[in-house]
């Protein structure tokens, strides 16, 4: 569940790197298969370099013998290859693919301040993968040194900028269609709809006689498209309160050659306000760097911590499996290899943390009055002595072990044990009459009007009062009613809720609310003891509500 951001221009000049890795000398090159000569290979790298023509044609007849040489050697080789035998595994070598580097141009004589203002937005926008150097030309030596670019990305999205100018003060204000900030740690924060901003920069002539720019904020704006294809998102990895399954804290990082050491400073910083008091991090508080650089090199990336990194052996432990969980998501990282003080962390014999589990795929249901379970294709019922669901009853939930099941009516929360007896379950068969006798189910939450019900991993299950008192509830599914729990979440004081859903690692939950009919969706932590049972909520954290008006909510998340 998790972010926002914004808009960058469209690049117009490319690096000479890129111009020779286009070449077509170079790309003949790269598609030819089979054995190719190295003596041919350099030869094309130096006629792409710029070679004389006249250079080239004087030096044929002495080329052509050694190319013709080289390449009865290479056929050679070639023909060594095996024809029979069995197949064997072997290692194709293909690097991962780099980040897309955008075409930039700087500031070009005789430009007029909306040229100015225009080159930098788009230098800027391609900064977080090409650097910045190209859009601090564009700004005054002041501004240049002070301008900190990546202290906040405001996204924007399809909708135009606006833009206002004053010609007495040269100030150039932009409204800008907000979307999602993101800050320096990475944390995207979305916006409501139609939500704007105004940014302003100031630009004003230098002793060139060109126009630069004094005045602007720290930060980027950058398109929706922009942002995703110049920025990646990072689950940072942090530990369930139990210590068995990982909780990510999604992080969106710029996409170039630092995102390993940026991933790695923010894992170590240690997790989201918002999400702290629900995990556990195994970096104490004063972890750092020890170099401000985590160097990859052969798909292995090295973690250098300072000697104030090392805790206790648990933690020790659990901070190497969190460093590797969440390197390990790069496409060019296959290793971790992390160091305190020159010596490698230790980890655990056994992996502490194991992935969420994942609920059953099919659905729970009420087909001629039985309760049942559905995979799209095939239906089944449960059979009449296990009796006839409630007429009024909705919101059914499955727990994970498939042992109970939930559902809401207008006495409360009922649990049953139905899907546990396997042998209670028969093909659904048309125009069956319900049973007679009622399903055997225990009333848990006593309360006329509940929103809709949610199983944690742990066994619990949530609900929470369409009207509600600022309350939320929960219970374990195989006790009784007088077990239950009563959290606060003063936030949702007065509010209509319409569903809630809890994450499959049990550290969150997500509320889907209105109030004065407007959509609301937030996600809090769910704070536990270490066996599990809830503490408490924290506070919640806004997201953007979809375009039109949700119904139900669900968790989606990688495995």
């Known amino acids: 569940m998790g972010p926002r951001g914004r808009g960058r221009g469209v690049p117009s000049h490319a690096p000479a790197h890129l111009a020779r890795l286009g070449h077509p000398a170079a790309a003949a090159d790269r598609d030819r298969g089979g054995c190719v000569p190295r003596a041919g290979r350099a030869r094309a790298d130096r006629h792409a370099g710029g070679e004389p023509m006249t250079a080239l044609r004087s030096a044929a007849a002495r080329r052509m013998t050694a190319v013709a040489l080289a390449c009865v050697i290479a056929l050679a080789g070639c023909a060594s290859i095996p024809t029979t035998g069995p197949v064997r595994e072997g290692d ?274 009420i087909a001629s009055g039985r309760f049942g379970l559905w995979d799209s294709s095939y239906l089944e019922l449960t059979v009449d002595p296990a009796g006839a669901v409630p007429a009024d009853a909705r919101s059914l939930a499955l727990s994970y072990d498939l042992l109970t099941a939930a559902f809401i009516t207008g006495q409360g929360l009922w649990v049953t044990d139905a899907p546990s007896r396997a042998d209670s379950f028969v093909p659904y068969e048309a125009g069956a009459p319900p049973p007679e006798q009622p399903l055997d189910a225990r009333l848990l939450i006593a309360h006329g009007s509940l929103a809709s019900a949610s199983y944690d991993r742990h066994g619990w299950v949530w609900a929470v009062a369409t009207q509600s008192a600022g309350e939320m509830h929960v219970v374990p599914a195989t006790g009784e009613a007088e077990s239950g729990l009563v959290l606060d979440a003063t936030w949702l004081q007065g509010r209509t809720v319409d569903a809630i859903a809890v994450s499959r690692d049990g550290a969150r939950i997500a509320v889907l609310s209105r109030a004065a009919q407007q959509p609301i969706l937030e996600v809090a932590a769910i704070v536990r003891d270490s066996a599990g049972t809830p503490i408490s909520l924290g506070p919640p954290l806004a997201l953007a509500p979809p375009a039109r008006p949700p119904v139900e909510i669900a968790g989606s998340e990688p495995a």
């Not at 909306?114 to 190209?134: E, N, R």
């Not at 629900?278 to 250098?304: K, Q, Y």
């Not at 901070?319 to 655990?348: D, H, K, N, R």
């Open 92 to 365: 194709a070598g293909v690097a991962p693919p780099g980040p897309v580097l955008p075409i930039l141009q700087g500031p070009q004589p005789g430009d007029d301040p909306l040229a100015i203002m225009q080159g930098f937005l788009t230098a800027s926008a391609g900064g977080p993968v090409s650097g910045f150097d190209i859009a601090r030309e564009f700004l005054t030596k002041q501004a240049a040194a002070a301008w900190v670019p990546l202290e906040q990305v405001t996204i924007f999205d399809s909708r135009n900028l606006e833009r206002r100018v004053d010609e007495e003060t040269g100030v150039v204000t932009f409204s800008v269609p907000v979307a999602a900030v993101v800050d320096a740690s990475g944390v995207m924060t979305e916006s409501a709809a139609d939500v704007r901003q105004d940014i302003e920069f100031t630009i004003t002539p230098v002793e060139s006689g060109e126009y630069r720019i004094s005045e602007l904020d720290n930060g980027i704006i950058i398109s929706e498209a922009n942002f995703v294809r110049y920025f990646r998102p990072v689950a940072l990895t942090f530990a369930s309160t139990d210590m068995t399954t990982t909780v990510p804290d999604f992080r969106w990082f710029a996409n170039n050659e630092q995102i390993a050491t940026a991933a790695a400073r923010e894992l170590i910083k240690g997790p989201s306000v918002w999400l702290a008091d629900a995990v556990v991090t195994g970096f104490p508080a004063t972890s750092s760097l020890a170099v401000d650089a985590v160097v990859v090199e052969d798909g292995e990336a090295r973690v250098a911590l300072a000697a104030g990194s090392a805790g206790t052996p648990e933690q020790r432990a659990l901070a190497a499996e969190q460093m590797e969980a969440t390197l390990m998501q790069l496409p060019q990282v296959s290793s971790v290899t992390t160091t305190v003080g020159g010596v490698a962390l230790a980890a655990a014999s056994e992996r502490q943390l194991g992935p969420a589990p994942v609920p059953d795929p099919r659905a729970a249901v």
